[in-house]
């Protein structure tokens, strides 16, 4: 099994672009999540998917948009870019007990 | 909103010596967790106790429960370097799987 993955690993962009964080997992977990994690804080909760078709709104939403069209896959979109959206990204998958973590995403947004 | 906080902030040990982190939380929780994170990588799970567990091991780890005070505690006996790593509490207050995240107890195992 891979696990959970994400792509890419490193982003660079400007103020006001857009574009998609990709997640997968294929260990058929119904729950998935995105959070943020930003120095000296723990992680904060972006979305939140309990399953294909549901999504929800963590602690941090405003500037991203989530859907979950399969049980494997969990994108995340960042609308219009801003230098506050600069941080790491991890995505998650859960069997309602422990989270399984991917390896991240290192964004700036200059 | 931050639920857990971790103390100490940092923590610097010798090799061999064993390694003490706190979380203390502010509500009820079904159980708590915690999780390592190397440098630049994802979070791993370690270990979790729930709220009518009272202590809980899994090989050198071993955490304890006090829901009377709403604290934990993470004990790593016999550091090793790989021991070397950012340790974290997540509680899970309302079984709705959101966990809440403490900021984390960064442990560096001087060799």
């Known amino acids: 099994n891979a696990g959970v993955t994400q792509t890419p690993k490193f982003q660079v962009l400007k103020t006001g672009q857009s574009m998609t964080l990709q997640c997968a997992q294929d260990?058929?977990?119904?729950?998935m999540s995105w959070y943020r994690q930003d120095p000296g804080m723990g992680l904060r909760l972006i979305h939140y998917s309990v399953g294909a078709g549901i999504t929800d709104q963590g602690e941090v939403p405003n500037g991203y948009n989530v859907s979950r069209s399969t049980t494997e896959d969990f994108p995340l979109r960042l609308l219009s870019a801003a230098p506050s959206q600069t941080s790491v990204y991890f995505c998650?998958?859960?069997?309602?007990?422990?989270?399984?973590f991917g390896p991240g995403t290192r964004l700036t947004v200059t | 909103s931050q639920q857990g906080e971790e103390d100490p902030q940092a923590l610097s040990i010798q090799e061999g010596e064993n390694a003490t982190m706190n979380c203390s939380y502010k509500t009820s929780i079904n159980n708590l967790q915690w999780y390592r994170q190397n440098s630049g990588r994802g979070l791993v799970h370690l270990i979790l106790i729930r709220s009518n567990e009272r202590e809980k091991h899994s090989g050198r780890l071993r955490v304890t429960l006090d829901t009377s005070k709403k604290s934990s505690s993470l004990l790593i006996t016999a550091s090793r370097a790989a021991d070397t790593a950012s340790y974290f509490c997540?509680?899970?207050?309302?079984?709705?799987?959101?966990?809440?995240w403490g900021a984390g107890t960064k442990l560096i195992i001087k060799p």
């Open positions: 260990m058929n977990h119904e729950y």
């Open positions: 997540a509680t899970d207050p309302d079984s709705n799987y959101q966990l809440i």
């Open positions: 998650a998958s859960s069997d309602f007990l422990e989270q399984y």
